[in-house]
């Protein structure tokens, strides 16, 4: 059966709804929780869930912006926001992010039961939710790829953009591809390196070719180069 994820900041509301929807009717057979937008991503890269109850006012993350990460995500998965603001701004962007209900708090007892109701109908009509992909990996490598040629990429900066931990970044992107954060850089840095001084319509220098990949420093660009391929840039053209 389904499992329900529920985020909100507030400890005291967040397990007193997961223990009342646990004792009542509903199409879920597992409740989590989740105190953050991050520790939620984390949660819904570990596994599956068909639907969310998000609260707006999270303490890391927008709740909206939450929502759309889930969508790009995990379309599957159904979101309701759970908010204490009657917002017309926020309804609307609840509208362009396709959320399926609004409730505000204090919620009735009421309208979970009848938000339980809707959910059963939805799921009972749409494909079970697959595991997850490793999608904050692959997330992790087209951001790396996106931003190669800054010479302050890091983990950090990565991590902040995906909206999760570092050291959560860097265990998913050593399980799909067996290397570190910095590892799968370098290696990409070089891979883009070696694809222009294979060129020989481009005359970059050394120097150019080590900016254009994110390497300040020539000199120890060409250390680097040396190190993982055997050759320095320069015999590596030559041949």
Do not use: W
């Amino acid at each position: 059966m389904p499992s329900l994820l529920i985020v909100d900041d507030e400890q005291a509301l967040r397990h007193g709804l997961a223990h009342y929807l646990a004792h009542l009717e509903s199409p879920f057979e597992t409740i989590v929780t989740a105190e953050n937008g991050q520790t939620a991503l984390a949660k819904l890269e570990q596994q599956p869930f068909a639907a969310a109850l998000v609260d707006i006012n999270l303490g890391d993350i927008n709740g909206l912006d939450l929502i759309s990460l889930i969508n790009q995500r995990y379309p599957q998965t159904l979101v309701v926001i759970i908010s204490g603001y009657d917002d017309f701004d926020f309804a609307r962007r609840a509208i362009k992010l396709k959320v399926l209900d609004y409730l505000l708090k204090p919620i009735p007892r009421s309208d979970l039961k009848q938000l339980m109701a809707t959910l059963a109908q939805k799921l009972a009509t749409v494909p079970p939710v697959k595991p997850v992909a490793n999608d904050l990996a692959t997330s992790g490598q087209t951001y790396i790829e996106a931003h190669y040629s800054d010479k302050n990429l890091s983990l950090t900066r990565c991590a902040q953009a995906l909206f999760v931990s570092e050291t959560h970044l860097s265990k998913q992107l050593k399980q799909m591809t067996g290397m570190t954060f910095l590892e799968y850089l370098t290696t990409y840095r070089l891979k883009k390196a070696q694809e222009l001084l294979r060129n020989p319509q481009l005359q970059y220098t050394i120097t150019d070719i080590a900016t254009k990949v994110g390497y300040e420093d020539a000199h120890y660009f060409s250390r680097v180069f040396r190190k993982k391929l055997g050759q320095s840039p320069l015999q590596y053209r030559q041949h």
